[in-house]
């Protein structure tokens, strides 16, 4: 029976260990080789009380070692350094990056991380209501005359750090043209904020209505 046991299946057993054994041959044959990599910088778990403030780094240089073989296979977004932002707190915060920060495919060691350290500063993340203030251009048709301009809403929410959005006063349109215009203009245009630190709690449009009447 327990020679029955071994003949089931005995050719895929063979097969797997010949497949094993050429693999042993391939990467045991190519040199081990270290190489230094710039790789992006993602950020995970940022408490939904906070904002990221300024400019964040983007990208690190890791160095790391494998066989050529391994290394010269890297395609892109396979090794990715990741920040955990857990523990973050208002101020300026300093976070740790080691190998074990680095997403790596298997058989690449991550040996080094540039910088060893990233800086940060976050914010209390802050809400409120700003007017929405159209952004009209051009001239009507000769005898008329641009009369009053509204948004619908006239007001939107919007969302950032509680010092980027104390300073904002209100949010814009995207251009309403009323080049030649004769008659009243209407258009639903994009709003969004001019400041990029904040944003929109809710991405919307508004309609725009402008009133073009005859000059009396």
Known sequence: MAASRFRRHLGLKVVSILLAGLFWLIVSGEQIVERAIRVPLEFTNLPAELELIGDAPT???VRVRGSSGALGRIGAGELVAVVNLQAA????????L????????????VVQVTPGSVSMTFEPSST?????????????????VVGTVTAEPAAVEVIGPVSAVGRLAE?????????????DVSESVIVGVSDPAVRLQTPQSTRVTVVVSPVR
Do not use: C, Q, W, Y
């Open 59 to 61: 990208v690190v240089d």
């Open 128 to 144: 409120k209501m700003v007017p929405v203030v159209p952004n009209i251009e051009g001239d009507p048709a000769p005898g008329f």
């Open 98 to 109: 080691t190998g074990d920060d680095v997403r790596a495919p298997f058989g690449i060691e």
């Open 89 to 96: 707190r208002p101020g300026r915060r300093l976070f740790h």
């Open 171 to 183: 949010a814009i349109t995207e251009t309403v043209s009323v080049a030649g215009a004769s008659m």
